[in-house]
């Protein structure tokens, strides 16, 4: 081999000066020829399709007027993935694992024609069920038993009923928007929050009048005169947007009223009728419409359901309110329309989920004025009489409450009685 001058500086070689270096000995030929075959092993070994790999390799065909369509291939003895396709209302097709076969999906099925258009065009809202496993898990971690969550209950002696302390322990799911309920094996928010019912006075009426009362905290004053002055079976409704909600709720069930909350949906003239920040929008993506929802449901506890608060548009709109009243079944809540709009499709969407949901009968004060509110409460007592039982929604207005102080001390005499409005779902 030459000795290397290293005086002379390192430069580039032409190229025949290179093809002058290279000795085309046998032994270098030999040299050459193995580093090829090396670098085309590797390059096939990372390009093509192993046979021990077990998992499908996707070929693209691109024989076609050049358009590359994709082909699932499967490894000899592999079966197909199980996928089911979803695509996401307002827009992009997905793939995600099918549901273990112990897992139910509920669908909405036809229920009007807004949803036979979202069927013509695979638009179904699916909503997986909460898998009876995590369930029995979660009661194990919380060693209770169906006896060991307090209920509300009624002393004979006194005839005073006391409702369930809230949080319920293992009622009550730990994130990031506050304490959200949640299911566990049989028992609801719904249920262990209810105000008890004397079932042997409840039978001898000849009528069960539900009162829910709404926009609990907005205003002090009011909140505190519908919690001490109403009969203890009309429902008071907080609006999230009340200050001190927490303490407000507390109080309204240890008066012995069942407690809701209420929930902003988009009118038909959003943005001009405004019903506050972080409104539910048809405009809105399921998601954001979701976080939104978790956000007021985590603001107290205590409460047994959730109804509208104004939203005649979203109320009216399957593929916005489809994915709510769902939430509302896995979270164990009633839901109470306010009978504010014909165009609802609550009752619909709930009945095909078996989610417990009622609409008012009868706005009470819809028009304002003493008067009106007489004649509205009139009309609740006759459809009572006639049907077995009616529901009417109020607001906290100084008028509403005193005439329905009023009103309560005759019902009696007409064989009609207040019950809760959770004994009527």
Request: charged share 20%.
């Given at each position: 081999?030459?000795?290397?001058?290293?005086?002379?500086?390192?430069?580039?070689?032409?190229?025949?000066?290179?093809?002058?270096?290279?000795?085309?000995?046998?032994?270098?030929?030999?040299?050459?020829?193995?580093?090829?075959?090396?670098?085309?092993?590797?390059?096939?070994?990372?390009?093509?399709?192993?046979?021990?790999?077990?998992?499908?390799?996707?070929?693209?065909?691109?024989?076609?007027?050049?358009?590359?369509?994709?082909?699932?291939?499967?490894?000899?003895?592999?079966?197909?993935?199980?996928?089911?396709?979803?695509?996401?209302?307002?827009?992009?097709?997905?793939?995600?694992?099918?549901?273990?076969?112990?897992?139910?999906?509920?669908?909405?099925?036809?229920?009007?024609?807004?949803?036979?258009?979202?069927?013509?065009?695979?638009?179904?809202?699916?909503?997986?069920?909460?898998?009876?496993?995590?369930?029995?898990?979660?009661?194990?971690?919380?060693?209770?038993?169906?006896?060991?969550?307090?209920?509300?209950?009624?002393?004979?002696?006194?005839s005073v009923i006391k409702l369930a302390a809230a949080p319920a322990r293992g009622l009550t799911e730990k994130t990031r928007y506050g304490l959200l309920?949640?299911?566990?094996?049989?028992?609801?928010?719904?249920?262990?929050?209810?105000?008890?019912?004397?079932?042997?006075?409840?039978?001898?009426?000849?009528?069960?009048?539900?009162?829910?009362?709404?926009?609990?905290?907005?205003?002090?004053?009011?909140?505190?005169?519908?919690?001490?002055?109403?009969?203890?079976?009309?429902?008071?409704?907080?609006?999230?947007?009340?200050?001190?909600?927490?303490?407000?709720?507390?109080?309204?069930?240890?008066?012995?009223?069942?407690?809701?909350?209420?929930?902003?949906?988009?009118?038909?003239?959003?943005?001009?009728?405004?019903?506050?920040?972080?409104?539910?929008?048809?405009?809105?993506?399921?998601?954001?419409?979701?976080?939104?929802?978790?956000?007021?449901?985590?603001?107290?506890?205590?409460?047994?359901?959730?109804?509208?608060?104004?939203?005649?548009?979203?109320?009216?709109?399957?593929?916005?309110?489809?994915?709510?009243?769902?939430?509302?079944?896995?979270?164990?809540?009633?839901?109470?329309?306010?009978?504010?709009?014909?165009?609802?499709?609550?009752?619909?969407?709930?009945?095909?989920?078996n989610l417990g949901v009622r609409r008012a009968d009868v706005v009470i004060d819809g028009i304002a004025g003493?008067?009106?509110?007489?004649?509205?409460?009139?009309?609740?007592?006759?459809?009572?009489?006639?049907?077995?039982?009616?529901?009417?929604?109020?607001?906290?207005?100084?008028?509403?409450?005193?005439?329905?102080?009023?009103?309560?001390?005759?019902?009696?005499?007409?064989?009609?009685?207040?019950?809760?409005?959770?004994?009527?779902?």
């Amino acid at each position: 081999m030459d000795k290397l001058d290293l005086r002379t500086p390192l430069r580039p070689k032409g190229r025949d000066g290179w093809l002058k270096s290279i000795s085309a000995t046998p032994r270098a030929i030999g040299t050459s020829l193995a580093g090829v075959g090396a670098i085309a092993l590797a390059s096939w070994l990372i390009f093509s399709a192993d046979p021990r790999v077990d998992g499908p390799v996707a070929t693209i065909d691109l024989t076609q007027d050049n358009a590359p369509t994709a082909k699932l291939q499967l490894p000899a003895g592999a079966s197909k993935p199980e996928v089911k396709a979803v695509e996401a209302i307002g827009g992009e097709a997905v793939t995600e694992p099918a549901p273990a076969r112990d897992q139910p999906i509920m669908t909405i099925g036809s229920i009007s024609e807004e949803t036979e258009k979202l069927r013509s065009s695979s638009r179904v809202i699916t909503v997986p069920v909460q898998n009876r496993y995590e369930q029995s898990a979660l009661d194990e971690q919380y060693d209770e038993t169906e006896d060991e969550i307090p209920t509300g209950s009624i002393s004979a002696a006194a005839s005073v009923i006391k409702l369930a302390a809230a949080p319920a322990r293992g009622l009550t799911e730990k994130t990031r928007y506050g304490l959200l309920p949640r299911v566990s094996g049989g028992r609801t928010a719904a249920k262990i929050y209810s105000r008890p019912v004397d079932t042997d006075r409840a039978g001898q009426l000849r009528g069960r009048i539900a009162i829910v009362i709404g926009g609990m905290g907005l205003s002090s004053q009011m909140t505190q005169k519908a919690i001490n002055d109403l009969p203890a079976e009309i429902t008071l409704a907080f609006a999230p947007y009340g200050s001190g909600l927490a303490r407000w709720a507390k109080r309204a069930r240890t008066q012995g009223h069942e407690i809701m909350l209420q929930m902003p949906m988009e009118p038909f003239n959003y943005p001009r009728a405004n019903p506050g920040p972080n409104t539910l929008l048809t405009t809105s993506t399921t998601q954001e419409n979701i976080d939104r929802l978790k956000s007021f449901m985590g603001l107290f506890t205590g409460y047994t359901g959730v109804i509208n608060y104004m939203g005649a548009k979203f109320s009216s709109d399957v593929a916005s309110l489809g994915p709510v009243l769902a939430e509302f079944k896995r979270r164990g809540v009633y839901y109470l329309d306010d009978g504010s709009t014909g165009r609802t499709k609550a009752m619909e969407i709930g009945e095909q989920f078996n989610l417990g949901v009622r609409r008012a009968d009868v706005v009470i004060d819809g028009i304002a004025g003493a008067k009106n509110t007489q004649a509205a409460l009139k009309r609740l007592e006759a459809l009572a009489a006639k049907r077995g039982w009616a529901i009417g929604m109020g607001t906290a207005l100084p008028t509403t409450l005193n005439e329905i102080v009023k009103w309560e001390e005759t019902l009696g005499k007409n064989g009609l009685g207040l019950v809760p409005v959770t004994s009527l779902y």
